[in-house]
C-alpha cells in the first residue's frame, strides 16, 4: 500500500515538504482546523478528492 503524496515546496529560502491531502483541505475551506488531523474517509490514500478528506480532532483520530 502506498503512503501520503506530498510536495516539496521552497517558502522564504526554506524547502518543506506539504502533504497533499493537508494542501488540498485548505485550498478548499481556507485553513486547517487547530489540534486536528486531515483523514481519508475511504482509507484510501491515494483520494484526494475532498469530499474524501475531513478534518478529525487528535483524540478521535486514535480510533481509527
Given at each position: 500500500?502506498?503512503?501520503?503524496?506530498?510536495?516539496?515546496?521552497?517558502?522564504?529560502?526554506?524547502d518543506?515538504?506539504?502533504?497533499?491531502?493537508?494542501?488540498?483541505?485548505l485550498?478548499?475551506?481556507?485553513?486547517?482546523?487547530?489540534?486536528?488531523?486531515?483523514?481519508?474517509?475511504?482509507?484510501?490514500?491515494?483520494?484526494?478528492?475532498?469530499?474524501?478528506?475531513?478534518?478529525?480532532?487528535?483524540?478521535?483520530?486514535?480510533?481509527?
Amino acid at each position: 500500500k502506498r503512503g501520503h503524496r506530498s510536495f516539496s515546496i521552497r517558502t522564504g529560502g526554506v524547502d518543506r515538504t506539504v502533504l497533499a491531502h493537508r494542501l488540498i483541505y485548505l485550498a478548499h475551506h481556507n485553513r486547517l482546523p487547530d489540534k486536528t488531523h486531515i483523514v481519508h474517509r475511504n482509507n484510501d490514500l491515494a483520494d484526494n478528492r475532498i469530499e474524501n478528506l475531513a478534518a478529525l480532532a487528535f483524540s478521535d483520530n486514535t480510533s481509527r
